[in-house]
Nanobody
Framework: QVQVVESGGGLVQPGGSLRLSCAAS????????MGWYRRAPGKQRELVAT???????NYADSVKGRFTVSRDNAKNTVYLQMNSLKPEDTAVYYC??????????????WGQGTQVTVSS
């Protein structure tokens, strides 16, 4: 199995920035991509961003141009840099390890979630 642990959430003012990190361990050879999901209060879960082992990235339209996903293979870690944050970005953010094929992401292993609150 793959264990996923994320961190870096917190409280930030609108327009501010925050960086989330996610460390993966275990049978990491069984995955070829990682993704970030979020669930805002009263809303369905949303796929925010994905990155493949080769570095290909995809973003939801709601965060495109503001968020950046990256990875450090040597550290088995992925990051989500969030800039120009809006109150609508308030949510629990979940890191996920999975697979990506033909432009689709398939979630397999979930982190515990980290709270991001954007408020003045």
């Amino acid at each position: 199995q793959v264990q996923v642990v994320e961190s870096g959430g917190g409280l930030v003012q609108p327009g501010g920035s925050l960086r989330l990190s996610c460390a993966a361990s275990g049978s990491i050879s069984s995955i070829n991509a990682m993704g970030w999901y979020r669930r805002a209060p009263g809303k369905q879960r949303e796929l925010v961003a994905t990155i493949t082992s080769g570095g290909t990235t995809n973003y939801a339209d709601s965060v495109k141009g503001r968020f950046t996903v990256s990875r450090d293979n040597a550290k088995n870690t992925v990051y989500l840099q969030m800039n120009s944050l809006k109150p609508e970005d308030t949510a629990v953010y979940y890191c996920n390890a999975g697979t990506s094929h033909s432009g689709y992401y398939y979630p397999l292993y979930w982190g515990q979630g980290t709270q991001v609150t954007v408020s003045s």
